[in-house]
């Protein structure tokens, strides 16, 4: 019985650190992206989760500001920097697209090159 119960309250606890953070979901993203809204949905999240080295560690509000092309399409390859506030710092997140031989699209982001703008 004391196992079950502490079996809930662990995963009640879970669930709600889950749940404590908010997320700008909507597209199209701010700026200057060229990933369509389909490619931004699939990154979203993705993106957030390396914002989050950044924020401080009450921070519970993530919010995607500004989208730029900071390598130009080359060879169906790009380079896009996402500006993610989150709470009073930005992160600057570098996401790399390029569409494969299938016409499915991928995207990487290295987490040695996600900075905080100051």
């Known amino acids: 019985m004391k196992k079950g119960i502490c079996l809930a309250l662990l995963l009640a606890g879970i669930a709600s650190a889950a749940f404590a953070y908010t997320y700008d979901t909507k597209v199209p993203l701010p700026g200057k992206s060229i990933a369509g809204e389909k490619v931004q949905q699939e990154t979203l999240f993705t993106a957030y989760a390396f914002a989050h080295r950044i924020a401080t560690p009450d921070c519970t509000s993530f919010a995607i500001v500004d989208t730029n092309v900071s390598?130009?399409?080359?060879?169906?390859?790009?380079?896009?920097?996402?500006?993610?506030?989150?709470?009073?710092?930005?992160?600057?997140?570098?996401?790399?697209?390029?569409?494969?031989?299938?016409?499915?699209?991928?995207?990487?982001?290295d987490p040695m090159q996600v900075r905080y703008k100051k």
């Open 71 to 109: 390598k130009p399409k080359k060879d169906d390859a790009w380079q896009e920097i996402w500006s993610i506030k989150a709470c009073q710092k930005v992160a600057l997140v570098p996401i790399d697209f390029s569409i494969n031989n299938d016409g499915s699209l991928k995207y990487a982001i």
